[in-house]
T-cell receptor, first 110, second 112 residues
Framework: LAKTTQPISMDSYEGQEVNITCSHN???????ITWYQQFPSQGPRFIIQ???TKVTNEVASLFIPADRKSSTLSLPRVSLSDTAVYYC???????????FGTGTRLQVFP | KAGVTQTPRYLIKTRGQQVTLSCSPI?????VSWYQQTPGQGLQFLFE???????NKGNFPGRFSGRQFSNSRSEMNVSTLELGDSALYLC???????????FGPGTRLTVT
């Protein structure tokens, strides 16, 4: 299963768009990509999930290029409350493997 | 709708002891997964139960085991505790494998 790599940390300011990229070079055909947000002392919270191209919901967009070797979580107009750790997850529908990325610590400044 | 609950929230055990952690999933969710989170290894998948059967398993030794009851509640057991088992243990429930997972707050286990 794909090994996932993320930047360790990112800084942004309120109102800006933030893009966090996850690399998963060995992703398999049937693997899907999910992003989670985690605040201190809490469990991760689902943000978005996708398989290919682009997925958008009320809080984020997920861009997956054709080769699927990476994916980008896009957070529009971040606020202070978006300060958290963001994890990408590559999972397989056909096997029992789930691989979380190392997490990206996003700090949003006023 | 009530979220995923985990008990206890904090636990301190001695090396060599065993421990049992409990997880109550969201009503209607039949899939329950367990994860270990440590600063060094990050989030690692332990196993997943569905309809009282272990369906998927991560790469952890046999000291880590679990079970699921008919009401979908799940327990995780760690025997012969080691110092390296100190971690945050997270439970997540979902409608099925690969669906959106809802995580509980976790149980923080400290082994001394």
């Amino acid at each position: 299963l794909a090994k996932t790599t993320q930047p360790i940390s990112m800084d942004s300011y309120e109102g800006q768009e933030v893009n966090i990229t996850c690399s998963h070079n060995n992703i398999a055909t049937n693997d899907y990509i999910t992003w989670y947000q985690q605040f201190p002392s809490q469990g991760p919270r689902f943000i978005i999930q996708g398989y290919k191209t682009k997925v958008t919901n009320e809080v984020a967009s997920l861009f997956i290029p054709a080769d699927r070797k990476s994916s980008t979580l896009s957070l529009p107009r971040v606020s202070l409350s978006d300060t958290a750790v963001y994890y990408c997850l590559v999972g397989s529908r056909n096997t029992d493997k789930l691989i979380f990325g190392t997490g990206t610590r996003l700090q949003v400044f006023p | 709708k009530a979220g995923v609950t985990q008990t206890p929230r904090y636990l301190i055990k001695t090396r060599g002891q065993q421990v049992t952690l409990s997880c109550s999933p969201i009503s209607g969710h039949r899939s329950v997964s367990w994860y270990q989170q440590t600063p060094g290894q990050g989030l690692q998948f332990l196993f997943e139960y569905f309809s009282e059967t272990q369906r998927n398993k991560g790469n952890f030794p046999g000291r880590f085991s679990g079970r699921q009851f008919s009401n979908s509640r799940s327990e995780m057991n760690v025997s012969t505790l080691e110092l390296g088992d100190s971690a945050l243990y997270l439970c997540a429930s979902s409608l099925d494998w690969s669906y959106e997972q809802y995580f509980g707050p976790g149980t923080r286990l400290t082994v001394t």
